[in-house]
């Protein structure tokens, strides 16, 4: 180990980070443990070293990081809504870091990379926000540091039993790499088994943008609610016309201002209508008889042809 961290222990680090950073699923935190207890095995001359392998990886991460900031900026949501298909955890990831950002702004970049999922989709929402580059480098790279600081520093601390586990692991031999590609594989299936269990139990049904489109020329006009979270209405300052903003976390309110059967459209701004599809399916079991997601969201209604509503400020 000692012979690798010295050889490679800079380059390892920046070349895994930033290929987390660009979106790849390759977790840094296990490299930055494994060079923190190297260089922590030579305490009397560890310092410099452990400061530039720090240096390294933050600049990694700002390199990566600019990337989707750039990518946010000129295509928005085109961006975020690929890289939650990327996500393991796609139906939660646009929704979760939609609400932090709208609490916090561009700060949560400082601890964005702490919190799993969050980090994959704030940095380009601060793009599609506008966000100006001297915050967005400051805080992000205060994020970096603190990230990798903690990863380098548990290597530090831990360095004696890192040290036992990969003698261990070299006595295993090419066992050890099984062991790991079986847990890693278990792990992806479990998290993909979840939420195929996820869609499978949401509604299936859709209403196509042309038939929403139908209703509303016709004088038929549904109850129609917009759950995209406030802070990417900022993003994407439009809705169609006559729609009510909801938050699908707080039914109260909707069960009881609208009739149970009346109809209702829903649409979201998230992969696969994710989050559209959970709400119907609580107000069909709350006694509403008629609710169906838009299929496509708003991204659908306009790519239709059909008007949208600016929002007003």
Not at 17 to 34: K, N, W
Not at 105 to 131: E, T, Y
Not at 206 to 229: C, K, Q, Y
């Amino acid at each position: 180990m000692q012979e690798l961290v010295d050889r490679y222990g800079v380059l390892l680090v920046f070349a895994n980070v930033l290929a987390l950073s660009l979106g790849l699923p390759v977790p840094a935190m296990p490299t930055l443990i494994l060079v923190g207890a190297g260089l922590a095995l030579q305490p009397e001359a560890m310092w410099l070293p452990l400061l530039g392998v720090l240096a390294a990886s933050v600049a990694a991460s700002l390199i990566g990081d600019s990337v989707w900031f750039y990518a946010g900026r000129r295509y928005g949501n085109r961006t975020l809504q690929s890289l939650c298909r990327l996500s393991l955890s796609r139906d939660t990831c646009m929704k979760r870091t939609e609400r932090f950002y709208g609490r916090f702004g561009i700060r949560i970049l400082s601890v964005a990379k702490f919190i799993p999922g969050l980090s994959m989709v704030s940095v380009p929402l601060a793009g599609a926000m506008q966000s100006r580059l001297p915050p967005f480098l400051r805080y992000d790279g205060l994020g970096a540091t603190l990230w990798a600081a903690l990863g380098l520093g548990l290597g530090v601390v831990f360095s004696r039993q890192v040290e036992t586990v990969i003698d261990t692991l070299s006595q295993l031999g090419t066992g050890a790499g099984v062991v790991i590609g079986i847990a890693l594989a278990a792990y992806v299936g479990w998290r993909w088994w979840r939420r195929h269990t996820l869609m499978k139990s949401l509604e299936a049904a859709r209403i196509e943008p042309a038939e929403l489109d139908d209703l509303i020329r016709n004088g038929r006009a549904p109850v129609l609610f917009d759950i995209r979270a406030p802070g990417f209405r900022d993003v994407d300052p439009y809705v169609i016309p006559g729609a009510v903003f909801a938050d699908e976390r707080q039914l109260d309110g909707v069960l009881a201002a609208y009739p149970r059967d009346g109809k209702i459209v829903i649409y979201c701004a998230c992969p696969d209508e994710v989050s559209a599809a959970w709400m119907a399916g609580r107000l069909r079991k709350a006694g509403f008889r008629d609710v169906l997601p838009l299929r496509g969201g708003i991204d659908a209604w306009r790519a239709g042809g059909f008007g949208v509503d600016p929002l007003a400020h």
